[in-house]
């Protein structure tokens, strides 16, 4: 099985080569990581809520991934996954030094500076490089954005509700703090937005790269005062279509520089929404902090005019696992050879060729624990003795449950019993998965060390 996993990875990276454009010019890309924001929440996937009229364009004029995945439901190992193409538990970056969910102000573990990033691939191929917002992958020096791969950094190093007594919550530029505590600035988004356009018109002379993971809508709700009471869904709606009229300003700036038809862009979240009251994840079951379908997969526009097909939809599995190889063979680099990839090139998928998964199994962790697989329409939630949460007391024991996402996308109804090799099948994958990642008390063959650091080293004050 593990053999005949890592020849499908090699194979689907060889057959999508021919699909690549070869370019005078290598193309800029835009990766857009909200956060929090849920399945629903924007007019592509749905929401009757939130007016998104520039995503729904940019929907129109490109692809929506109906079966995108984060590969955890909560901040900092989905991150960690996006900017690696590996699993958390492959990074060592699924718990926190205290075997918290995610990092904290003034933490001693980070991202390894020795994992090769997307930022690390793409400078190698003459791009610029710059990451606008939440970065919440470790706060010392060695783990920060400028150390991955980022030429420049602007933003807040973790989530925008850790301000603590010892460790604000501070704005950085690169490594320096420009702002003390800007726990409940209702300007962020707007300031991302505008680093964005300043960083988007100075890279004329080179392709670029540019990483935005939006603060929003993270609690606390801080949309800006333009957009108070503009949606029907209170300060939650609000923010969300600040969020759109930000991507409109940044598409707005590919256009007036005339590289609109050499930019793909790509919007998407880190997990689903925590607000059920206000934030959708419908139809899907969950929210953020689970594995069920709510929690971990994401809405996902991507577009790019004249590559992408415009006003198409895929229900292929996708993950923000393959946005690393995808992204690698784009610009005429390769993933690293020295270490596994979980991540596929999905770019068959983006440029309408591909008809049939490129990816055979996915694998849905919470924290340290395997908790389901999923193969094609099939969902296995495996056994456990207890089930973990992001917070609070586990769940306790949890039996077999099978689902077919195709005619059950809510996960109602347990239909293991009636296929007993499917359930055989999906439990060997978790077999795999068990001895390459680990799982609860399982160290995984195939896992590296995280980053550490004996001495944590906050970015603090305006003065330090």
Not at 11 to 20: D, V
Not at 288 to 311: Q, S
Not at 354 to 383: C, H, I, P, T
Not at 424 to 431: E, F, V
Request: charged content about 25%; aromatic content about 8%.
């Amino acid at each position: 099985m593990e053999k005949r996993l890592f020849i499908l990875t090699i194979f689907c990276s060889l057959i999508a080569m021919p699909y690549i454009y070869a370019e005078e010019r290598k193309p800029n890309i835009i990766l857009v990581f909200c956060d929090d924001l849920g399945y629903a929440d924007i007019g592509p996937f749905g929401s009757k809520t939130h007016a998104t009229p520039v995503l729904d364009q940019m929907a129109r004029e490109g692809m929506c991934l109906t079966d995108f995945y984060s590969t955890c439901p909560v901040c900092t190992p989905s991150r960690a996954s996006l900017l690696t193409g590996c699993y958390p538990r492959r990074v060592n970056m699924h718990v926190d030094e205290k075997n918290l969910c995610v990092l904290f102000p003034a933490a001693r573990k980070g991202l390894n500076p020795n994992e090769i990033t997307i930022a690390e691939i793409l400078k190698e191929q003459g791009y610029r490089t710059m990451c606008i917002g939440k970065w919440h992958l470790g706060d010392h020096p060695d783990f920060m954005p400028t150390n991955q791969g980022f030429d420049s950094y602007y933003g807040i190093p973790y989530s925008n509700d850790m301000n603590r007594k010892n460790v604000p919550l501070p704005l950085v530029r690169d490594l320096e703090v420009i702002r003390d505590s800007v726990q409940r600035d209702d300007t962020i988004t707007e300031q991302y937005t505008n680093e964005a356009v300043s960083f988007i018109k100075g890279s004329s002379d080179k392709p670029f790269f540019l990483y935005l993971p939006h603060t929003a809508v993270h609690l606390p709700l801080v949309p800006g005062k333009k957009f108070k009471n503009t949606s029907q869904d209170g300060a939650y709606g609000d923010w969300v279509q600040e969020i759109d009229w930000s991507m409109g300003e940044i598409i707005k700036t590919l256009k007036s520089e005339g590289i609109d038809e050499n930019t793909l862009v790509l919007f998407t979240s880190d997990n689903g929404s925590a607000r059920e009251k206000q934030g959708s994840n419908l139809p899907l079951r969950g929210r953020k902090g689970r594995t069920d379908e709510g929690g971990m997969r994401v809405p996902c526009v991507v577009r790019w005019p004249g590559k992408i097909p415009a006003g198409t939809r895929t229900n292929l599995i996708t993950s923000t696992l393959d946005l690393l190889p995808t992204f690698a063979a784009i610009s005429g680099g390769s993933t690293p050879n020295d270490r596994v990839i979980d991540g596929v090139n999905i770019w068959p998928i983006l440029s309408g060729k591909a008809k049939l998964n490129v990816r055979e199994v996915f694998f849905y962790y919470q924290m340290d624990q395997l908790q389901a697989v999923r193969s094609g329409n099939w969902k296995l939630f495996v056994e456990m003795e207890s089930k973990k949460r992001n917070w609070g007391k586990p769940e306790g024991k949890k039996g077999l449950a099978l689902y077919n996402l195709a005619n059950d996308i809510h996960e109602d109804n347990n239909v293991a019993s009636d296929n007993p090799k499917v359930v055989k099948s999906l439990q060997n994958w978790a077999d795999v998965a068990r001895k390459d990642l680990g799982d609860v008390g399982i160290e995984g063959k195939g896992q590296r060390k995280a980053g550490w650091v004996e001495k944590a080293s906050p970015r603090l004050l305006k003065d330090n």
